[in-house]
Structure formats: C-alpha cells, structure tokens
C-alpha cells in the first residue's frame, strides 16, 4: 500500500466503533507505518490507539502508546505535533483514571504523571480545572474524604477551559458524590439541566443516568430511575469498556427487587469478566453479581462459557455467587494493600451484602405498571340470576334452560347445582331425565377437544332418552346439536353433517318458527365448521328470515352471520352485519355477544375511529376471557388511527394477561407493542421490547415473525444511532433470506443496511451493500428497484474516491435504466428513478472532467423531474447543470439558470445560498463583478 493508501485507512478505521475490530485495524496500520519509516503517521496511529484501547475495553495497552507518543512529543518536537499537543493534554486525564484501576500500579506513579500533567497544563496556559478533579478522584479512590472534598472544592471553584471534561462528565462526577455524602437531592438538581441539553460524548448520557439511579431512588424518583436504568442500560451493554457501570446497573435491578431481570444481566455479562478492562471493573461487577445471584432461587443454574482451563457449563447460583465474592474481595484487599485504607473492602463489602429494599420497582416496558382499571358498568344491567329455594324439579330445568337460552352460564349452573342436590338421586320421570342429560352439554363453557368428547357423549345420552320418551321433535333438536359438535372433527364429520340435515328436515316440517330458525342456525354452524362458507351464508340468512321471534336467538343468529361474511371477505356486508348484531347484543345486555360484535365491526370499519369506538364498547362489557382480545384489537385500531402513543396501554396489558393465562402468544404481542413503541418515538422502549419478542418468536419456531421483528429491531436500532447493532441484525437477515421467495425482502434488507452505512460515511462498504440489494432486486425481476440500488451503489462509490468502480458501473446503471420505456408512458416512480440516475452520472463523469458528457446527461433532467412534482430533486439537478456550466466556460448559459433556480428557492435555504454562490461567480466571469459583490453582500456571504 502507498503512503497515501495508509493515511486513508487511519481516517476509515477512525470512523470505526471502538472496539476488537478497530483495535485490530489499528495495530496493523502501526505496524505498517513502522515499516515504512513514516514517523507521521506512525505518531498519529497511535495518538488514535490511545483513544481505542481506553473506549474498546483495554486500557492496559493505553499506557505504552500513550507513552510512545509523549516521548516522542519531547524527544524530538516536529511541526505535526503541534496539531495533537491538545489531544496529548487531554490523554493525560485517560492515564490518572486508567492507572488507579489497577492495583499492580503504585500511587506513587499516579501521582506523579498528575504533577507532570499539571506542569504541563499551566505550562500550555490551561486552567488547572481538570487537574484538581483528578486528584479528587484519587482522593476519593482511598477513602481519603477531608482531602476529597478539599480538592472537590478547588476544582469546582476553578475556572473551566478547553481541557475539562465535557458538560455530561463532569457533572457525573459531581452527582456520584453528591449522593456519596448523602446529598441525594442536590445531585439530581444538579443533573436535570445538563440532561435537557444536547449531550455528545461518547460516554454520555449514560454516565449520568448510571450515576443518578441511587440518588433517584433515595429521593422517590422511582419512574425516572427506571427510566434512567432502561435509558443508560441499552447504550452500555454492548461495551466491554463499560463494565464497571453495567455492575451499577445489576446492582439497580437487585435493590429494586427484579431478581430476574439482574440475573439475566449477569449470564448476559459474565464472560467480561473473562476479559475485564481492568481490576476495579472486575471487581465491582464480580460484587454487584454475587448479590445479584444470593436473590436467585437456588435451584437454578448459570451457564458459564471455557475460559483457558475452565471448560464449559452450569454452574449452582450458590455456588458462582460465592466464588465472585471471593474474586471481589481478594481484588479489593489487593486496591487497599497499594492504597494503605480499607475503603475498598468496605465499599466492595456494601455491594456483595445488596439487597431488595423497600417495594418492588417495575422495570419491564412489556407489562403493565399499574392495576389494570375496571371496566364501566354497562348500559343495560343484568341482575344475578335467583334460584329459588323451593323449585320443583321441571322448575329447576326450567330455570337453565331459559338461562342457557340467554346466555346466563352461571345461572344455568347455579340451577343444576341446585337440581343435583335437591332430586339428583330421586327417580324422576323419563322427560325429566331426558331434560337432564339434555343440558349436561350446556355445561360445558369452553369447547376444546377433551371437553369437546365429554358433550358428544352426554348428546348422544340425552338422544338416546329422548328416543326412548318417545319425543321425536325433542330428539331431532338435540340431533341437531350433536351434528353441530361432530362437525367439529373431521374423523365425524359425515355423521354430523348428516345428522344436522336430518334435523332441519323434520324442524322444517313439525317445528314451530323458532325451532326451524334454530334448525338452519345449526346447520349454518355445521357448515362453517366444515369451511363450506357459500352454503352457511345461505342456511344462516334462512335462519335469520325466522330468527326475530326470539331476539336471543336473532343476536346469535346475526353474529354467526357476521362470522361467514368475514370468512366470505365480504366486508361490507360484515361491517354491516356486525353493527346490526351490536344493536341487538347491545339492546338485549349480551355482553359476550356484544363483545364479538364490536370486535368484528372494528375489523371491517372503514375509519379507524370508528373501529376505535367499537372497541372502547367492547372494553367496557368483556367478559374476563374476552379482555385479552379486546385489549389487542383495541391496540391495533389505536395504531390504525395514528394513535400508537394510546395503543401501548392496550398491548401492555395484553402481555400482562397473556403472561398471567400461561399463553404462548405473548412473543407475538410484544411484536406488536414495540412497534406501537416505536410508531410513538419511544425507541428505547421499543428496542427493549421487540428484543424480547424476538426471543420468544424464535422458542416458537416462528421463523418468519422472528424475521421480521428483527427487521424492526434494526430500524429502532439504527433510529437509536445504534449502526453496529443495526447493521449487525440486517446482515443476519440478508443470510437467512435466500430462498427465491425471498428475494424481495432480501434486496430491501441489503439496501437498508447500505443506507446506514451510507449515513455514517462508511461508503466503500455502503457500494457493496447496494450491489448485492440490486442483484437481489434483478433476480425478483424487480427494475426500478434495482436502477434505484444501482443509482445508491454509484454514489457510495463516488463518496468512496473510487472513481475507476465508479466509472466502471456508469454501463451498468445505464443498462437498468434502459430497462423501461421512455417518456410519456412510463410511471412517475420510473421517470424519478431515471433520472436521478442520470445526475449520478453526470456527478462521476464531471469528477472526470467530463464536462460535455454530464451536460448531455443532465439535459431535459430537471423538467422531467417538475413533471412529477419532484421540485427540490429538480432543483438539485438545475444547480449541478450550473456548476458543470461554470466550470466548461459558460457563464452566459450558466447566469439565466441560476437566477432561475435562486428564485424558485426558500430565502435562506442551503441550496439558495449555493445558487447564490454560483450565479455570483458567473457574474464574476461575465465580468460584471460589481454585481457580483452586491450579491453577495444582500445575502451576507463573503468570498470563499
């Protein structure tokens, strides 16, 4: 590589995250600059090293290129020093706080790199701010307080500059004391300011939320803890750097009582210790485990990864607590044998003995946070059901079978209760015994396949007495209700089907209106059970034409009506039917029913205001067993209607039940709760929730929602500013999207990731992202999405500097775009994605010094694009034509366009100040430069 190539690698693997990777790039790249004799580059590789190995976990290593570089500094001073002495001053700060944390390290040493960054400081005409907070700390590292709070005071009373740290930092410093000395309130005084600004350094906000969860929680600032905890967690756990704070964080869930949750933390983080950055993180998280582990049942394990000798495997909770606490205390005995206090014996023995304190805090963003509220009392009231204490045995029938008619269930079974008791071992008369068996199915209130052969069997009892009465208009009844259960089961099927026909052929004949209604209604349900919808539709509308007899009946009918349509797709109709089903549900208090109705009208509602109304009703009456699907069909139709800020409730709630029945569903619901999270800005929330559901939907084998709740973790991720996590799930997905059927998908996720990597200035890797999305595209004969993939891939390349791939692809994107027929037939989307194609182009063959053949590319670009209403691309394209105008010689062609463009944009705007600047210097060219000043003068610019 040449020398240039090298430099081009140190400004790459700069724009890299902290971490193995970078660390790696970056110890090649010195080795290299060694090689080559470039002092240079060999001096600001490791200036970048030092920065690296303290943000990606190894600060150890921190200590020998910090070291090279200030010998290097005094040894033998050269004019590119100059440039780092401020970022050689800061390094300093780095050595202090890295130094304390390693007991081999004498005090000794650490106070004297302080005196020489002290010297330095005053010697460069710096304030001695950073100075005293550095001795601060190592006062407060030794328990040393009276000398701690006297430097705390100097270096709050010293003037800030540029060698303080940032306006997060500093003040985290400030809140861990503050609340050290039992202060709690001042520090999140102090904190609330500096969380309302704009904070940009890497180790903020997250420093100052770690440092403010004690002093919010000793203050009753228990949402923002939890907050603060949710917040700093998710920026933290993915740096090896940070494992001192993660211990915080551990040490959070086990004082607010979510064991499980800072168990997960420490199997998620125990192999750090492997590799800890250094002692004092180690130690403080072996502490924060091992109380961490003391409140985990003891039955549980904790699966531990090899390390050198160790191999692989569960380990006893108990067990793995006392050896960290083991680990934790010889570390700490070892920091004060340097240090000559107990203070870190002490410090380390308040972790170890953490314990839940006061109510437990809910940290969980997928469950609910309060009691869910009670439901309003309905408009039409039904009265508890009386069974009186002298009924006669045909009374007590009586009563459940009006009670089974209205859909009472506890009703029905307070009646037999009270029937079984009172006659249950009396001979009664065969039609009361016929009655009897008769209403054994009615007991039944869920209808799975166990319970579902209890109500076959007590059918064909209560058939069979009927038979033997003899009441056949009773026995085809009951028939019919047999038929309608073997439907259910496609090993019965034909015996079912058969028995309902036959049924409604005697009804029809010898039973009264409402008896035939009921006929054709089992006969409806006997059908859709069966999936044979065309010929439930029409036994249900037979049933319905009678049904209005008896409004019970009339509410069931309507809504098994509502069912077919649904299954029919007929949405309309559904809609309709579900409002009318509604009414009479409503009119007759059938919450149950009710409850069906509004959700069917919701599913079909036009408006999702609408749907959002059918839903509240449907809140208010469900049944406890209907509350579950109620809450999620309210959460969607929230969603719907852009109001996914309201639909977290309902699918919070919709967990919590879930998780409360024992479901399996909850994955799903979590799915659809982090996209209402995410739908209503709540990021965090969002990615800590869909987290969560990706696990689940992959213990479920749901490969396909597991896929795509990952696609939407990376877009909170990537909204989140978290690229590497983004990235990182995309690129799984591409893999796991091969098939053919997925070729779609698999372009959109590529393309998405070159996005991102585009946004961050990573172009090079950005081009090949978009090259595999447009391959991806052409395989799923998918052309304006792969001219818009070749288009972003052309561009990476040009951002990138490589030109000769650039220019190589200009055939390729030109055979995509030639891929349509031209105007006027073509699409809107065709005639932007060609031509912005073609401005990508002209981009790279001006770069050429092509002039001529990016105009030629440019020609009539811009008035296609007004075509379609693409005004600011237009514009783009029209200041792109001015420049290359400019720079060909024509300012006369270049003059008219420009003022042209200037006065179609906002006054102000970015491209207004750059068509300001190029119609400037046409005037210029023109040899008008009176005019030109004047320009730009009116529009505040100065010469560039």
Not at 174 to 197: F, I, K, M, N, W
Not at 355 to 366: I, M, V
Not at 438 to 448: F, G, I, K, S, T
Not at 884 to 892: E, H, M, Q, Y
Request: hydrophobic fraction near 45%; charged fraction near 30%; include cysteine.
């Amino acid at each position: 590589m040449t020398n240039d190539d090298l430099w081009r690698v140190l400004h790459e693997v700069h724009n890299m995250p902290y971490g193995a990777g970078q660390t790696a790039a970056l110890e090649q790249l010195i080795r290299r600059a060694e090689a080559g004799d470039d002092r240079h580059l060999a001096f600001a590789a490791r200036m970048q090293a030092t920065t690296s190995y303290v943000y990606g976990g190894e600060p150890a290593k921190s200590f020998v290129t910090f070291s090279w570089c200030l010998a290097e500094f005094d040894r033998d001073p050269q004019p590119y020093h100059q440039r780092y002495t401020h970022q050689l001053l800061w390094h300093f700060k780095y050595m202090v706080n890295a130094m304390l944390k390693f007991p081999e390290l004498p005090l000794d040493r650490t106070r004297a790199v302080l005196d020489d960054m002290e010297r330095r400081y005053r010697d460069s005409g710096h304030t001695l701010q950073a100075v005293h907070k550095h001795r601060y700390l190592v006062a407060d590292h030794v328990g040393a307080h009276d000398e701690a709070a006297e430097w705390y005071r100097r270096w709050l009373t010293t003037p800030r500059d540029a060698l303080s740290d940032c306006a997060g930092c500093d003040p985290t410093t400030q809140v861990r004391h503050l609340t050290e000395v039992d202060r709690p309130d001042e520090a999140v005084a102090l904190a609330e300011p500096v969380l309302s600004g704009r904070l940009n350094c890497t180790e903020q906000p997250q420093g100052i939320l770690t440092a403010l969860l004690p002093a919010y929680l000793r203050t009753g600032r228990r949402d923002a803890a939890r907050d603060a905890h949710r917040e700093a967690y998710r920026r933290l756990r993915a740096n090896l750097s940070d494992l001192w704070d993660v211990a915080d964080h551990v040490e959070f869930c086990t004082v607010t009582g979510n064991e499980a949750r800072a168990l997960e933390l420490v199997e998620r983080h125990l192999d750090w210790l492997d590799r800890a950055p250094t002692p004092a993180a180690a130690m403080h998280f072996a502490a924060a485990a091992s109380a961490a582990l003391r409140q985990a049942p003891g039955e549980l394990t904790v699966h531990r990864r090899a390390f050198g000798d160790r191999p692989a495997g569960e380990v006893p909770v108990g067990d793995l607590a006392d050896e960290l606490a083991d680990t934790a205390t010889g570390l700490a005995a070892r920091f004060d044998a340097r240090n000559g206090t107990s203070h870190q014996s002490v410090t380390i023995g308040k972790r170890i003995a953490a314990r839940p304190e006061g109510e437990p805090l809910p940290l969980s963003a997928s469950l609910r946070r309060r009691p869910a509220p009670r439901a309003a009392t309905p408009a039409i009231r039904r009265e508890p059901v009386q069974v009186p204490a002298g009924a006669a045995a045909e009374e007590l029938l009586d009563l459940a079978e009006e009670c089974w008619r209205t859909h009472r269930h506890e009703g029905l079974l307070a009646a037999l209760r009270a029937y079984d008791e009172r006659f249950g071992g009396t001979i009664q008369p065969p039609t009361v015994v016929a009655r009897r068996l008769e209403l054994r199915a009615a007991e039944v209130d869920e209808m799975v396949d166990e319970v579902r052969a209890e109500a076959v069997a007590a059918n064909r009892r209560a058939l069979a007495a009927w038979r033997e009465v003899p009441d056949p208009l009773r026995a085809q009844v009951v028939a019919g209700r047999l038929g309608v259960l073997l439907c259910m089961s496609d090993a019965d099927a034909a015996e079912g089907l058969t028995l309902v026909r036959a049924s409604v052929d005697y009804l029809d004949k010898h039973g009264d209106q409402r008896e035939r209604a009921a006929a054709h209604d089992r006969l409806a349900l006997a059908y859709l059970h069966r999936e044979r919808w065309t010929e439930a539709l029409a036994a249900v509308e037979r049933a319905a034409a009678e049904a209005d007899v008896d409004p019970w009946l009339a509410a069931r009918t309507a809504m098994h009506r509502v069912h077919v349509l649904e299954r029919l797709e007929q949405g309309e109709e559904a809609r309709e039917a579900a409002d009318r089903a509604r009414r009479l549900a409503r009119s007759l208090g059938a919450d149950d029913m009710l409850t069906f109705a509004c959700l069917a009208y919701a599913r079909w509602a036009d408006d999702p205001a609408d749907a959002v109304c059918a839903c509240d009703e449907a809140l208010l009456v469900a049944p406890a067993d209907a509350r579950l699907v109620v809450r999620v069909s309210r959460g969607q139709a929230l969603v719907a209607a852009g109001r996914a800020a309201d639909a977290i409730e309902d699918f919070a709630e919709a967990v919590t039940l879930c998780v409360e029945q024992g479901a399996d569903g909850d994955a799903f619901l979590r799915w659809e709760l982090a996209n209402a999270y995410r739908a209503a800005g709540r990021l965090s929330e969002a990615a800590e929730v869909a987290e969560e559901a990706v696990i689940g939907l992959d213990r479920l084998g749901a490969q396909a929602e597991a896929d795509r709740c990952r696609h939407l973790l990376a877009g909170v991720y990537e909204g989140l500013g978290e690229t590497d996590s983004a990235l990182e799930l995309l690129d799984r997905l591409a893999e796991s999207l091969d098939g053919p059927d997925n070729l779609p998908y698999r372009g959109e996720v590529l393309e998405q990731a070159g996005g991102i990597l585009y946004q961050v200035d990573r172009d090079a890797v950005a081009a090949a992202r978009f090259a595999a999305a447009a391959t991806a595209y052409r395989l799923a004969e998918l052309p304006v999405d792969e001219l818009r993939a070749r288009r972003r891939q052309l561009l990476a390349l040009f951002w990138a500097n490589d030109l000769p791939a650039a220019a190589a692809l200009i055939d390729v994107v030109d055979e995509a775009a030639a891929a349509f027929a031209g105007p006027p037939e073509e699409p809107a989307v065709v005639t932007y994605e060609r031509s912005l194609a073609a401005e990508a182009v002209a981009r790279v063959l001006a770069v050429e010094e092509r002039l001529v053949a990016a105009l030629d590319r440019l020609d009539g670009v811009a008035g296609r694009l007004r075509s379609i209403e693409a005004f600011g691309e237009a514009a783009q394209v029209d200041l792109l034509t001015g420049e290359l105008l400019l720079r060909d010689d024509r300012p006369a062609e270049a003059e008219p366009l420009l003022r042209r463009v200037l006065n179609g944009l906002p006054t102000g705007s970015r491209p207004a100040t750059e068509a300001t600047w190029l119609l400037a210097k046409a005037l210029d060219d023109l040899g008008r430069p009176d005019e030109a000043a004047q320009l730009r003068t009116q529009n505040n610019l100065h010469n560039p």
